[in-house]
């Protein structure tokens, strides 16, 4: 059974047309990630929730923003998307408090025309 | 930034054992090393994981050298299923991953 669920699986957006992408757990886990997927790249960190308090990475663009309204759910929002945003996002959740590892959700390929 | 090398890409026999090497020659020592695969357009989906003791279990082996410098991830009967992109990331429990460049482990039949 899935345990971090991203939706939609596939989404196209326009350029410029502002779009949000989401996750959810049954893990009850207290620290969610957004991470960024070129073709052919690494996963690259965007930035986390550890419970309500937000870490953003140094090189994250403005242009992407993040919402956790609760422990279960946490959005990515792109306000204004470029074509270079063409990728897979992936969401993963972690216990954050052991050494226990990162599950990830199967992610959402986004496409800008 | 990542903290980890790994070769490329990588060639095994099915039915052979897959020894993925993993160089993290900085690694601290409260720094875990864990290992994931991404078979292709699915997320990264968790191996094994350990700190200075070699591990096992039901899908993998994780052999650390002693200095912790290094570490070899085992798949000890590759399968067809098992060709993916293997990535080694070293990281403090609980904390963010950076990961490398991953190495594409191609299982021949």
């Known amino acids: 059974d899935a345990m971090v669920i991203q939706n939609p699986r596939y989404q196209v957006t326009q350029f410029g047309k502002p779009v949000t992408l989401s996750c959810s757990q049954t893990l009850n886990h207290n620290v969610m990630y957004w991470y960024q997927q070129k073709s052919s790249q690494a996963p690259k960190l965007l930035f986390h929730?550890?419970?309500?308090?937000?870490?953003n990475e140094a090189d994250t663009p403005d242009n992407f923003q993040s919402r956790r309204p609760n422990t279960s759910f946490c959005f990515l929002d792109i306000r204004s998307p470029g074509l270079g945003d063409t990728a897979m996002y992936l969401c993963?959740?972690?216990?954050?408090?052991?050494?226990?590892?990162?599950?990830f959700g199967d992610g959402t390929r986004l496409s800008i025309l | 930034d990542a903290k980890t090398t790994q070769p490329p890409s990588m060639d095994c026999a099915e039915g052979r054992a897959a020894n993925l090497p993993c160089n993290h020659s900085?690694?601290?020592?409260?720094?875990?090393v864990y290992w994931y695969r991404q078979i292709h357009s699915q997320g990264p989906q968790y191996i094994i994981h350990?700190?200075?003791n070699n591990e096992t279990n039901e899908m993998a082996s994780l052999i650390i050298t002693e200095d912790r410098k290094s570490s070899t991830l085992i798949l000890p009967h590759a399968t067809l299923r098992d060709t993916a992109v293997y990535y080694c990331?070293?990281?403090?429990?609980?904390?963010?991953?950076?990961f490398g460049t991953g190495t594409s482990l191609t299982v021949i039949p």
């Open positions: 900085t690694i601290s020592g409260n720094e875990y």
């Open positions: 993963a959740t972690s216990r954050g408090r052991d050494n226990q590892p990162q599950h």
């Open positions: 990331i070293v990281a403090l429990w609980g904390n963010q991953f950076y």
């Open positions: 350990g700190l200075k």
């Open positions: 929730y550890y419970d309500k308090d937000f870490n």
